[in-house]
């Protein structure tokens, strides 16, 4: 297993600069996201370190060897830089069977055949596929298909493992066990994992720290739960879920316990105070991030408790959605959308109280048209 | 479901690839010197089969005197070009080859769906016995056609009007309707042949989600199938309407008598049938034509530009078969149709004419295997079979190789001069055959004498690797064309080197293109005359020049033996092919 | 006593033919001598492996032990392959069997061809053909009209070329192409000279229907596509026995294409060559030619061929046409066929 470091590196064709100076650095045996909508850079920069596209500037390394370097336009092709891939399409050779297919990281290194069934064999038996060994590839699910790719990343035992969007051709459902078996085949081989998705649940499952991309460039690097909780902008909190952003300007704010910062914001018809990553100055605009889970619906006379925020509204309308029902509140501050539960009483056009506790507020930088 | 998220081109432009080529290897292929050295090769090696030769042609275009003899440089052979005459003679031409290709690709598309997109009952044996008439050597069609569609005793005329009474002929196969049908024997098969694996290959998924989207039958096969195929299809169309320009035979045999006048004839008249031979004539109007054959391929280009036809992805797929019901029988009986009238018709002719002293008199007393005992007895025919096996097998794949090389750098590559070879690989199609046989004879015949090529095997081999060539990259670009890229990127990251993923993915899943542009090659070889002729030297004779000799002696029957072989061949290889294809796809 | 007659001439023929090898001087033998140590002999030739020249090439083969390689190449292809060969530096041939206008042609443009050695053989020539200081005759290839019996009444069997321009044929003639080179040209022009300018003006007015595949016009008349054609070169009717054709030479003789040797320049195998072409005109080798209908080029040889072949061996001949005349006759021929 080895690490991954990429320093300054850029793509551009012509004009368009797909990837702009990205430096991250995949400790070894991290799972590591590489998380974006599409077109934010991120295919390319894991074809970068696949040696499938070339860097135009800066330097990747892998374990510590540098496999490209703009500056010197020093390259090792991708085939001697020790890799698995797995493909958005799985690219499965339809010509061959499932073992020939996963047995050729090994043939094409030449290793013995002994050596190969033995290895093949074990890949198949990692992804419970054994028994489809002889068959040829076209003749798979897609499920199956999934599995021989990443039987055919692992079989060599790969420096590196590179997943370009493997679960996004598969169903919602096999979606989650695909991710959840892969996940645990990763932790038990300590494989250092470099993953791109533009999923942002699955993102979240898997990794053990998420890249937000956005335009070329890293918005945000960190774990699941603080890149979840902590967006550092506007764009990464948008990416997560269905936040309910709110415009405020700042009017005060202090360092409090913990090397915490707090604000206190308001905005059209409320006010309070809020997280935030960074000090302010009083004045500033402010997004106000407050997810649907962390609110919940009071009656029209609740009264906000001390560490609470509150918005006075009427519901719009509700959706239901199994374990929760989105219930819609128009504010003076803008619609809030409110995770509530699924069988509680809620009209359209009945008054309501939304509270949500303070420390679930976080602040970002700008508004909505400066994101 | 696979429904390909892959139709719409990826936003991202396609990298390039870190590619060298054979032994130079992997370090070569990485740097963008490898790059360098690599296109450099393949440039020489074209501009050598391609260029050197045409070069020679173009010289004799603009000199009053062929090469190696005095004269002057002078446009008289260009200005005899641009008169009236010639530009009915190029009209002519043009529009027979036009009113052979269209009907022929129409017909050509039919068959490929048929054969490989629904259940008609024995499709192996149709697809094998479609193909056959293109296999037949066209002077024995010319013949066989003669003796059926003549309008004084033809034998379908004679049938006619043995039925109906009357007395006018049904059909006169020397007229313009006998030079396209003569043609059109020859090009049904050869599109037929080009595009029925790109018909197998294509994912159903690509269909099943235009008639989920509420498309008819119809206008699937009209807005996503057909579409996809176009690097394919007009890659053959395109072909085939070159051959159509350039066919000699066709219109020999039955434009002549009738009047029809096309530039093959009109440049065989300048070379042969005038003395001294116009060669400076010859060779200008063959430049004209090379013109305005490149401008043709040009618009294929611009055409096809910046489209994505990938129709064979990583994720697999099942070749599902259309269930016709009972029209299948509909079907089976049009193949039947196609089968009878192109080949059982003229070569039930030639076999029955094969046991007899002469074609056309059959009678007991005139039943004989004489010409059976001439043809296997003749130390001539062994001979020639020996040389042309030999030249057929190496030359075959070697051209295939060249064309996979080629057509993997013009499709697959950004490499700068990735055009330029694709164009130079054009060239020797542009230009009619009996002109470059000529460009050939001048090109090895004045190389140093420290080059043996001519008068060797070599010339021949050469010659037929040069002749092939744009056949093959058309056959291996279009098969490419529908390859997705992560096929390809997935064995190079997992290991193999260019050369590696070229052979074990590349090649191997663009086999069935492989396979049928070597058998369209190698049988091209065993008929291919106009360069042999010249380039043959004793003791490395031809078949094709055994079978002229044969021709020119009145020995028709004999010709018609060694048709039969061939034929024999033909089905023998064929079938080994589709069993392979067959053991690949029956194993689902 | 024609009988006796034609034994008489035969017997002169056999002297004839005799006469050179009694006078066989030492010289000559160190000819033959030469040629065994050069070994073979490269022939380029237009009989495309014709089985008398063939039957020819293993006689010398087999009498001097001097192997032939023999060059199968049509007209054009020939002279092309001589001239960018010679022009290449490449001088790999030593003769060639070409018809005499080419050997003209080559002499009018160049020196592909050099001045023949003294051939014992050619004394024995017999009128009209005679060796020139660059060409000797070969064979010659006479022409006739070609009859379906089937279709053709006996009374209506042409005898003359003129008979061509009876009404009955018109639209029924198959004739090879007169405009371009070859022996529908050769036979048009030659018979512009024997029946006179109106003959050909007036069968053109028979539209007669023109096809460029000689080896198979016969068979189409044969197969009863049309009852006539011209012209027939003798040799390629004699293999069609059982067919129900027939070769009609006309009283006016038939018009003929000549086969002529040239030595091509600094040819490898010089005395070779020059022993190869004494032993074509053998009267032995002239008589293969003879018996398939050909008329031999030395005296003696008609008189000996197969009863069959003897009216042919033995035909009136009309030419040989002159290179000098052939774009004249070719415009012409263009302006009557248009």
Known sequence: ?371 | MSISAELPPRPVPRPSLFAGLGAFGRALGATSAGRFIAIALLIAVLAFLSVYPLSMLLYGSLHSTPPGVAGEFNLDGYADVFTWQSFVTLANTVGISLAKTIPSLMLAILLAWILARTDTPMRGTLEVLVTLPFFIPPILTAMAWGMLGNPQVGLINQVYQWITGSTAPLINVYSYGGVVWHMMQYSVPFLFLLIVDAFRAMDPGLEEAARMCGASRWRTFRTVTLQLMMPALTGAAILSFVRGIENFESPLFFGSPAGIRVITTDIYDSINQRSPPQYQYATAISFVILVLLLLVVLAQWRMLKGRSFTTVTGKGYSPAVMKLGKWRWFTFALCMLFFVVTVVLPVGQLLIGSFFQFFGFYQWDMLTLDHYRAVFSSGEFWRGFRNTMLLGLVGATLTMLLGGIVAYVSVRTRWRGRMLIDGMAWLPWMMPGIVLGVGFLWGFALLPHAIPIYGTLWALLLAYISLGTPLSVRVMTSAYAQLSYDLEECSRVHGANWLQTMWRIMIALAWPAFAVGWVLLFFGIMRELSASVLLYSVGSEVLSVVLMKLWANGNAEQVSVIGMIMMVMVLVIRWIQLRLIKTRIGAL | MLKSLGRIAALLGLIAAAAPASAQDASWQQVVDAAKKEGKVVVYNMALGAPYFTAVLKSFEAKYGISVESLDLRASELSERIRTEQAAGRYLGDLEIVTTTMIEEQLANGDYVQKLPQIPNAANLRPPFRATEHSIPAYVQSMGILINTRMVKDEDVPTSWADLNNPKWTGKILSDDMRPLGSGNTMFALLQHTMGAEFNEKLAAQKPVFSRDMRNDARRVARGEYPIYIPQVFAFASDLKGLPVKVVIPKEGAPFAEMDFALLKNAPHPNAARLFIQHFLEADSQLLYANAWMSPVVNGVAERANADAQPFAKAKLIGPAKLAERPAMMSLAKKLYP
């Open chain 1, 1 to 371: 297993m080895s690490n991954v470091t990429l320093e300054k590196v850029s793509r551009s064709f012509g004009d368009f600069v797909a990837v702009d100076s990205v430096d991250l650095r995949v400790e070894e045996g991290e799972f590591v996201t590489l998380l974006g909508p599409s077109g934010c850079g991120k295919t390319t920069t894991l074809r970068m370190v696949a040696g499938l596209e070339q860097n135009t500037g800066g330097r990747i390394s892998i374990g510590n060897e540098v496999v490209s370097d703009a500056a010197s336009k020093f390259v090792v092709p991708s085939e001697r830089r020790r890799l698995g891939m797995v493909f958005q399409s799985y690219a499965i050779w339809p010509h061959m069977t499932v073992f020939e297919n996963v047995a050729y990281p090994l043939r094409v290194r030449r290793r013995p055949n002994a050596e190969v069934q033995d290895l093949v064999m074990r890949a198949l038996r990692l992804v419970e596929m054994e028994r489809f060994a002889e068959r040829p590839a076209p003749a798979l699910s897609g499920g199956q298909q999934q599995r021989v790719a990443i039987a055919r990343a692992l079989v060599f035992e790969p420096k590196v493992l590179l997943l370009d969007e493997p679960l996004s051709n598969l169903d919602a459902k096999l979606r989650l066990q695909m991710g959840d078996e892969f996940r645990s085949i990763q932790k038990r081989l300590g494989m250092t994992s470099l993953y791109v998705t533009h999923d942002q649940s699955e993102a979240m499952a898997l990794s053990d720290r998420v890249v937000v991309m956005d335009r070329g460039r890293i918005q945000q690097i960190g774990a699941p739960e603080e890149i979840y909780r902590r967006p550092v902008n506007r764009t990464v909190a948008a990416f997560f879920g269905t936040p309910n952003l709110l415009d405020a300007s700042v009017e005060s704010c202090r360092r409090i316990a913990g090397g915490r910062i707090q604000l206190d914001v308001a905005g059209q018809g409320w006010r309070g105070p809020c997280d935030a990553a960074a000090e302010l100055t009083p004045g500033q605009s402010v997004t106000v991030m407050v997810r649907p889970e962390d609110a919940r619906i009071a009656g029209p006379d609740a009264v906000r408790g001390e560490h609470e925020l509150q918005w006075t509204g009427r519901i719009a309308h509700t959706i239901f959605r199994g374990p929760t029902r989105s219930v819609f509140v128009d504010t003076e501050g803008g619609r809030i959308n409110v995770d509530a539960p699924a069988f509680g009483n809620y009209a359209i056009g009945d008054n309501v109280n939304v509270l949500v506790p303070q420390s679930a507020a976080w602040a970002v930088i700008g508004h909505k048209e400066a994101a």
